[in-house]
């Protein structure tokens, strides 16, 4: 255990991190009066995802493995910190959508037919805790991965 503890510490963090951001968001009216631009606005978290996978692999190369780390070293840290996202991703997405945003889902729906982007049936049909659910799981692999590839070019060191 204490092989993966970094990742572990830094995969609570992101979830942590990630529970403020939509708070932040919930507060900046992004889920309700500013919904039709959500998903512009909502990318930014990506510059603060980044931010954390690199100071968590910086930590994983000074902590770890005293100062030298490989790209794969990296990128195996960072996938390992996406599949503790990932796992944590269920219950990260419930608290969000129970807790600090529980009008999102009636919203995005009536914007997303306001709009024209769906059916009323299609946006209820999209718009469920459960699809969010597995997005963000399979998005946090995805993301996780993605991030970690690129990060770990920048934190490697011989």
């Known amino acids: 255990m ?9 995969g609570i963090i992101f979830s942590i991190v990630t529970l403020l951001w939509m708070m932040l968001e919930k507060a900046l009216g992004w889920h309700d009066e500013l919904i ?8 930014l978290f990506a510059i603060v995802a ?13 902590n770890y493995y005293d100062g030298k780390m490989t790209w794969l070293q990296g990128f195996l840290s960072g996938l390992w910190i996406a599949v503790v996202v990932a796992i944590l991703a269920p219950l990260t997405q419930y608290i969000t959508s129970t807790i600090i945003t529980p009008d999102y889902f ?17 946006a209820e ?15 946090a692999i995805v993301m996780g991965a993605i991030t970690a590839a690129i990060v770990a070019i920048f934190t490697r060191k011989k």
């Open 36 to 43: 039709d631009k959500h998903m512009i606005y909502t990318n």
């Open 2 to 10: 204490k092989k993966f503890g970094i990742e572990i510490k830094w």
């Open 125 to 139: 049909a999209y718009f469920t805790l459960q699809n969010y659910i597995i997005q963000s799981t399979i998005g």
């Open 106 to 122: 009636s919203n995005v729906i009536e914007a997303s037919v306001r709009l024209g982007k769906h059916t009323q049936e299609d």
């Open 50 to 62: 980044i931010a954390i996978y690199a100071i968590a692999l910086l930590d994983k190369r000074k």
